[in-house]
């Protein structure tokens, strides 16, 4: 009973701190603690990196060079003329009522990143619901754990011990809950991603394998050259190969 009673004064006194700093080192010790701050700074990073690379990178077609927003002699047939610019554009860009332009392969507009994404930015979207998701998901699983050990010890006090350490706990199992919860979107979105880069769709048109080219080249059409490396940093450097004005199509189905 000492030992729970230790424990207890430990819990209500630590218990203001941060996840990081408290509910971690509660449920890992040593190297698992060091890894697992790390692994939330490097979560974060990317999340915030890629949500402002996501609002900084624009995908709209008259970010392309003047010369460019045009089509190629003997490519027009390719393009398709837009009522609302009143001009041609490039293939699986469409018009977006937010932005006010046509965007470049056009997936959806994300209301958190304040802008379209598209071609030049799904590279950082598709990122940071991963991140979201897994970060999520780390606290989640770092939460359950240390609900589960402080239910443990709450079963095995005597009544009238504890009040201030049942409510916390409870507090926490709350927490554990909203977590669940909060990690259906991204998980849902992170979903729906995996299948846009394994086809190379858009959201609009998730399930079209139009322009399929195979995984490898669908991930450097999306990523860019260095394709799925690009989860190290929103920052490294990965070329798309193209532009976004012309688009292979799959020739058998």
Not at 71 to 77: D, L, S
Not at 129 to 153: E, H, K, N, P
Not at 207 to 233: A, E, K, P, V
Request: glycine share 6%; charged share 15%; aromatic share 16%.
């Amino acid at each position: 009973m000492c030992i729970v009673n230790d424990w207890c004064r430990e819990y209500a006194n630590l218990y203001p701190k941060k996840a990081v700093f408290y509910v971690a080192p509660d449920v890992h010790d040593g190297f698992m603690y060091k890894f697992f701050v790390i692994s939330a700074i490097f979560t974060t990073y990317n999340i915030l990196g890629n949500l402002l690379a996501c609002y900084r990178t624009s995908s709209a077609v008259k970010s392309l060079p003047q010369e460019r927003q045009i089509p190629k002699p003997g490519t027009e047939h390719l393009w398709h003329y837009c009522d609302i610019c009143q001009k041609l554009m490039p293939p699986r860009s469409w018009h977006c009522a937010l932005c006010k332009c046509c965007i470049l392969k056009r997936d959806h507009h994300c209301i958190f990143a304040a802008t379209c994404i598209g071609h030049n930015n799904h590279r950082y979207f598709f990122w940071l619901t991963f991140y979201l998701a897994f970060g999520i998901f780390m606290s989640m699983a770092t939460l359950f754990v240390d609900v589960g050990r402080s239910f443990y010890l709450l079963h095995r006090m005597k009544a009238g011990f504890g009040n201030t350490v049942k409510s916390l706990s409870y507090f926490r199992y709350v927490c554990l809950i909203l977590n669940i919860f909060a990690l259906g979107f991204p998980a849902l979105m992170l979903r729906f991603q995996v299948q846009i880069l394994k086809l190379n769709s858009t959201y609009y048109q998730i399930s079209s394998r139009h322009h399929d080219l195979g995984f490898r080249n669908n991930c450097q059409l999306i990523m860019g050259q260095r394709g799925l490396w690009t989860f190290i940093s929103p920052s490294l450097r990965s070329p798309l190969p193209h532009d976004g004005t012309h688009w292979k199509i799959k020739q058998c189905f």
